[in-house]
Structures are given as structure tokens and as C-alpha cells.
């Protein structure tokens, strides 16, 4: 087998190594966690709202590295987005960041930090 | 080394396939298929119930498996072996049908770290519905069984009145010795039953109930062979009657009238409803296979099986065992991790070479918080399994580590 993996590719070992936004925004409006009871994985979303913005957002837990990955990418696809284009967000949207595809058996990996922010934004 | 793959159709029709997940269940032997499928084509018909050949067919289906089954756990009484759902059930069972109206406030039930989520949480939900407290044995350096930690502990003997613990670890693969552990609980703690979870020994392991002297043993055919949905509970003769049934219908009654109902005897008055027919006809067929190879045979091959995998993972930089190195009284099951790597990218890679290992908590997070970790890779071995497909498996390591850059 080669090192060009048809799933592990550049972008996401790359998220997987050096994820954006990893860590916990200071006094935040949202803070969340969320849990893949398939495997135990957790993470914990928090964010700071100004505006009808969220102007900071960030991810921390321990996971493998699609959900890692994925919510890296997720993450720099919402920062500094209004709240009412974050809501219209659907999981192929977030999928999709991901530029390859991943079998079903992988969507609560990927929709990890997505079904957080969705249950915090209830 | 005889191998027994040719017997499992799933291996002709998927020639690549490596399955390395056996604790979570069995692949099916021909006989077991044909069992099933020839209840359904030749005997099917409700048991217990026609006067007509045909359900009398049926039931002496259904009955000779419960034969098979008592012969192979030497039952005193064809009554004490119960058709359940699965493990799962069986210690529902003895939960709700007497741990529940038995046990007081400040009772203890005795566990184990290693216990399977199926021996767990019915104690939690009885500990929270009446106040026993949970005491559970510690894993020593060596993931055996510390249960002499018990008798350092400052719980009153006479409150223990079930202990309920594990024949070997679907994860660590650690066989306990539990006749010594019974032995030596029953002298100490004498209002105590003990129940056995049998789930994962049942294909490795020789059971004598008698011997084993314990009270209750759970276990499910799907894990040894056998279809999927049935599963058994052994009750020591003297406990049936003072067990009683969850469910209450059809085919568990003597008399019913208006506003009372006799139950019928035992195994009858715990298999309320029609059983799952085809499945308890399979059921015989994978015990009689056992049988055919013998579990002195089984035990020989895990042998070799699990000296072969620990020795390979041993050497492997950057692969963390979660089990004794030491291959005596333990099963060829190998919780592992690659150091730096989820268990879910690892088990990815290696299904691209049809390589099935199970990764997760294994329904044991209890023992996973104890080993100080979330979720690990698991390859559990089985009869059709050779130290070839451990190979494999170790050159899929190779692979992820390639693909992860870690060196």
C-alpha cells in the first residue's frame, strides 16, 4: 500500500495534525458538549456571539482523525458567520469540507462538532 | 495446524475476508445455517402446542437442543437451562427476577472493572432503585483479577448477596479462575449467589456447573457458533423456584382464570411467548459442532493463537498491549492501540484489506476508565482464525503507520 490514501489525504492529516481553532473561547455564549456513543469520542464546542455573529469559535476533545479533521474545517467555515446562515447549515454542507468521500460508517465522526453546535444552539 | 475455515460458508463467498471480531459474535459453521434453514423447510410449527407430528417434530427439536445444552454444561435437570434473548437477558433475568425482590437497602453486589456493560448496568439500575451499594474488583499490574482486594475492603460479608463476575474479558481476554474465586467468596460471604457470564468462554472454555459451583451462568449461542437471539440462562436447581418471571403469557401457565394464574414449572414458566424456534434448532447444531472438535482442541489452538499475537504486537514500536503478555489463562483477544492514532483511522485502514477488528469501548467503559483510555483497537480470534491472518493484521499496523507518518 502507498502513502496516498484514498481518505487520508493532505487536507485532512494536515486539519488532523495542526487542527484550527482547537481549544476553549474565553467566557462564552455557547459551550457544548457532545458525545459519538458509538465509540465514547467527546468534544466540546464553545463560542462567543457579538451581533448575531459568531465572532470566535473553537473545539477541543479527543477524537479521531476525520471528527479532528472535520471540525477543524468546520470551525473555519463558521467563524465570523451570521447565526441565521449557520442554522441553514445542513450535514452535506459540512460533509462536503471534507473534499473526499466517507463512508456512512464515518458520518457521526465527521458530524461530531455539527451536532454539537446544533444542540447549542437550541 | 488444522484450520476449520472450510466449514464457514462466509469464507467462500468473501475469500479476503480476515475476521478478526469474534467477541463480538461468531461466524456460522454450515451445520448451524442448514439447522436453521431446515426447521424452517421441514418442522416449522409452534412447540408445546399441536397434537399433530409435525409440532411434535418441532418440539423434540427444540427440546434436544435444551438436552445438548444441559449435557454441555453437565445440568443436573433439564429444567434449569432457560431459553433467553442473549446474555444480555439472561442477567436481566436474575436481576429483575430475583436480585429485585430479594435484596434490601445496604446489600452489596460484588463486580468486576472487567465486566461487560450486560453485567453492569442492571446492578446500576438496582443500586439506584433500592440502595445496595456496588462493589467492584480491581485489575492488577498484570490485568488479571484482584479479587483478594475484596478481603481488604471494609465490606460487612454477610451484606454481599450476589456476585456477579465475568469467565473471561472481552477485552483483556483474562480468564479468571473462577472455581477458586467461588470457593473462597462462598466461605467468606455465605448469603451470596454467584452468577457467571459465560458469554465469552462458551467457545473456549470447558463449563461444569457443578464443579464451578456457581448459582446462575449466562450465555448467548451467538457467540459460539450458534444464530443470533438466543442465549441461556442456567439456574441451580434450587433457585428456580424462588426465581420468578419478567414476562408473563402465553405458554408459562398451568391455570388462568378471571383474576389468578398459576405458572407452569420450570424452564416453561420463564419463556413466556413463542421462542425463537429456528434459532434454538441452530443453537444444537453449534453445540454439537463444539462438540465435534472438542474444546480440549479449541483450547490447544488458542494457544498457539494467542502466544503468536502477543508475541508480534509485542514487537511492534508504538503499539500499546492492553492485556498480559503472558499467554497461560488468557484468550486470543488483543486490545491495543497504535500510540498517536484513533482506533476508528486504524480500523479504516485495515478494512481496505478486509481486516475486521472491532474499535470502540467494547461495552466496557468501566475497565477502559481504568486503563486510562477512551476507545482501543480489538482483534478477537476464533478457530477459523491462523497466525496468518495475525500477520495480516500486523502488516495493517505497518500500513497505518505509514499512512499517519509515524516512525
Known amino acids: 500500500m502507498n502513502t496516498n490514501d484514498p481518505l487520508y489525504r493532505e487536507i485532512i492529516l494536515d486539519n488532523w495534525k495542526n487542527p484550527q481553532n482547537f481549544g476553549v473561547v474565553k467566557n462564552p455564549d455557547i459551550d457544548v458538549s457532545e458525545v459519538n456513543t458509538s465509540c465514547g469520542d467527546r468534544v466540546r464546542l464553545t463560542g462567543k456571539i457579538q451581533n448575531n455573529k459568531l465572532v470566535q469559535v473553537a473545539f477541543t476533545g479527543d477524537g479521531c482523525a476525520i471528527s479532528k479533521a472535520s471540525s477543524s474545517l468546520f470551525t473555519e467555515q463558521i467563524k465570523n458567520m451570521p447565526l441565521t446562515k449557520i442554522k441553514k447549515l445542513t450535514k452535506e454542507d459540512v460533509l462536503n469540507n471534507l473534499s473526499v468521500k466517507i463512508s456512512p460508517a464515518r458520518y457521526n465522526c465527521a458530524l461530531l462538532c455539527f451536532h454539537a453546535l446544533q444542540k447549542g444552539l437550541k | ?407
Open chain 2, 1 to 407: 495446524m488444522k484450520t476449520y475455515k472450510k466449514d464457514f460458508p462466509i469464507f467462500t463467498n468473501r475469500p479476503k475476508l480476515i475476521y478478526l471480531d469474534n467477541a463480538a459474535t461468531t461466524q456460522k459453521p454450515k451445520s448451524v445455517i442448514n439447522a436453521v434453514s431446515n426447521f424452517y423447510t421441514k418442522y416449522n410449527s409452534n412447540v408445546h402446542r399441536g397434537v399433530y407430528d409435525l409440532s411434535f417434530e418441532a418440539t423434540e427439536i427444540y427440546e434436544g437442543t435444551r438436552q445438548k445444552i444441559a449435557d454441555f454444561i453437565n445440568a443436573s435437570v433439564l429444567s434449569e437451562v432457560l431459553f433467553t434473548g442473549n446474555t444480555t437477558e439472561s442477567i436481566n433475568l436474575v436481576a429483575w427476577g430475583y436480585a429485585r425482590r430479594v435484596l434490601k437497602k445496604g446489600d452489596v453486589v460484588v463486580l468486576s472493572e472487567m465486566e461487560h456493560h450486560s453485567n453492569i448496568v442492571p446492578w446500576i439500575r438496582l443500586k439506584d432503585e433500592i440502595g445496595i451499594k456496588l462493589f467492584y474488583l480491581p485489575i492488577d499490574k498484570d490485568f488479571r483479577l484482584d479479587y483478594k482486594a475484596f478481603f481488604r475492603s471494609n465490606i460487612n460479608f454477610k451484606k454481599v448477596k450476589i456476585i456477579s463476575l465475568t469467565y473471561a474479558s472481552n477485552v483483556l481476554g483474562t480468564i479468571n479462575p473462577l472455581e477458586e474465586i467461588i470457593t473462597l467468596f462462598k466461605k467468606k460471604c455465605v448469603n451470596a449467589k454467584f452468577v457467571v457470564d459465560g458469554a465469552q468462554s462458551m467457545a473456549h472454555i470447558k463449563v461444569d456447573v457443578k464443579k464451578m459451583g456457581c448459582d446462575f451462568l449466562a450465555f448467548s449461542a451467538h457467540k459460539m457458533y450458534g444464530p443470533s437471539g438466543v442465549g441461556v440462562l442456567w439456574v441451580k436447581k434450587e433457585m428456580l423456584d424462588v426465581l420468578t418471571p419478567i414476562f408473563s403469557g402465553g405458554g408459562m401457565i398451568e391455570t388462568v382464570t378471571k383474576d389468578k394464574v398459576i405458572f407452569a414449572d420450570a424452564p416453561e414458566k420463564f419463556e413466556a411467548g413463542t421462542g425463537r424456534l429456528e434459532a434454538v434448532a441452530g443453537f444444537g447444531a453449534a453445540v454439537d459442532y463444539i462438540n465435534a472438535i472438542g474444546l480440549k482442541n479449541i483450547a490447544a489452538l488458542d494457544q498457539v493463537l494467542t502466544k503468536h499475537g502477543l508475541e508480534s504486537l509485542k514487537k511492534i514500536k508504538d503499539v500499546q498491549i492492553y492485556g498480559s503478555l503472558n499467554a497461560k489463562d488468557r484468550l486470543p483477544i488483543f486490545a491495543f492501540n497504535i500510540k498517536g492514532i484513533h482506533p476508528h483511522d486504524a480500523s479504516e485502514i485495515f478494512n481496505r484489506e478486509q481486516i475486521c477488528v472491532r474499535a470502540g469501548h467494547h461495552c466496557a467503559q468501566v475497565l477502559l476508565t481504568a486503563l486510562n483510555t477512551q476507545s482501543t483497537l480489538r482483534a478477537s480470534l476464533s478457530i477459523y482464525n491462523s497466525t496468518r491472518d495475525i500477520d495480516r493484521l500486523i502488516g495493517g499496523i505497518e500500513d497505518v503507520k505509514k499512512i499517519f507518518k509515524i516512525n
